[in-house]
């Protein structure tokens, strides 16, 4: 599978490590023969136009510090704990997504959009997990709106060794921070707003953060949303084909977890449970093994995209829509 110009830019930011311009990221392509510019006239142009893409349409990978003279240099989101906090400050990644016509959802499957789901929040260090209600061991009615489609957790990682042990043993629940996700196809009307972000509150009420994504949200219901999300604190996020485009529209409100919902789902779902053990044992391990754990975690975790391309080719075999610059 040839590599497209977005991958080999993020393969090119990912290989420089810090804020580089459009001629730097162009040198870099160039310089591993990862993309073919087909004789262009301006190859170097059509790299500063596709930088310029990823900021305007938001796409979770990429961010950039602007520079005198309304130039730019660019660098990737994972790295932005190892830049300048004097930098960082003059980041501008607010440029308007373009509007661009969604085509209709259906004829795919619901379950098909974790993996889209999971690739958007790697790329913003979140580790996510399938929880399949089909496998509890509660099947009565009661239960139907207790378990989330998907679970999260983001570690709080400092720059030192030092301060991340000094943190710890302050108060571990301070290093990380669960998220669960409800997964919809799409949302079109009130009434399906209003069951969609009620089913989003109670099964994430156990959770520091809950949030509601969807495939297709009807922009006549932003109002409604926006009431709803300040009322209850429910994020939002409008999930896309290219999973690194996907945006949260609103987000979420912190709360405390509530351990005696956490140890009800660990009873009746051996995924939710293995998750929270994974996460438990990682917490609290001496530095000596948090390496070998964070991989355990990562395996147990959902499969992801690392390029745009792999997601790309996954949506056209679940035919799910896709819209390409």
């Avoid at 016509?101 to 499957?109: H, I, M, V």
């Avoid at 060794?161 to 009130?190: G, H």
Wanted: charged share 25%.
């Amino acid at each position: 599978m040839s590599m497209s110009l977005n991958d080999a830019i993020i393969k090119a930011l990912d290989v420089i490590k810090e804020p580089a311009t459009y001629m730097q990221v162009y040198k870099k392509i160039c310089e591993h023969n990862d993309y073919d510019f087909k004789d262009g006239k301006t190859p170097a142009s059509t790299v500063s136009a596709s930088l310029g893409n990823f900021i305007r349409n938001r796409d979770s990978r990429v961010k950039r510090i602007p520079l005198k003279g309304n130039n730019f240099t660019y660098y990737l989101s994972k790295y932005e704990g190892e830049i300048s906090m004097e930098a960082l400050q003059v980041v501008q990644n607010n440029e308007p997504a373009v509007s661009v016509p969604l085509q209709a959802a259906g004829g795919f499957d619901e379950r098909s959009l974790h993996r889209l789901l999971s690739s958007f929040l790697h790329s913003v260090n979140i580790r996510s997990r399938t929880i399949f209600h089909e496998q509890s061991n509660a099947k009565d009615s009661n239960q139907k709106w207790i378990h989330p489609d998907m679970i999260g957790i983001r570690f709080v990682n400092l720059h030192t060794a030092t301060s991340q042990a000094f943190l710890n043993a302050i108060n571990r629940l301070a290093t990380f921070e669960l998220m669960s996700y409800e997964i919809k196809k799409e949302i079109k009307t009130d009434y399906e707003l209003k069951k969609c972000f009620f089913q989003a509150v109670s099964n994430s009420s156990w959770a520091n953060y809950g949030y509601l994504v969807t495939f297709e949200l009807s922009d006549v219901l932003m109002d409604e949303v926006k009431r709803l999300n300040q009322a209850f604190g429910i994020g939002i996020i409008r999930l896309s084909g290219n999973p690194f485009e996907s945006e949260i529209i609103f987000p979420a409100r912190y709360r405390e977890l509530d351990f005696v919902t956490i140890d009800k789902l660990c009873k009746i779902n051996h995924d939710f449970e293995k998750f929270i053990d994974h996460t438990e044992k990682y917490i609290t391990a001496d530095s000596r093994y948090t390496s070998a754990l964070a991989s355990e975690l990562t395996k147990f975790c959902d499969e992801f995209f690392m390029t745009e391309t792999e997601a790309v080719e996954y949506c056209r075999g679940k035919n799910i829509p896709v819209i390409l610059e």
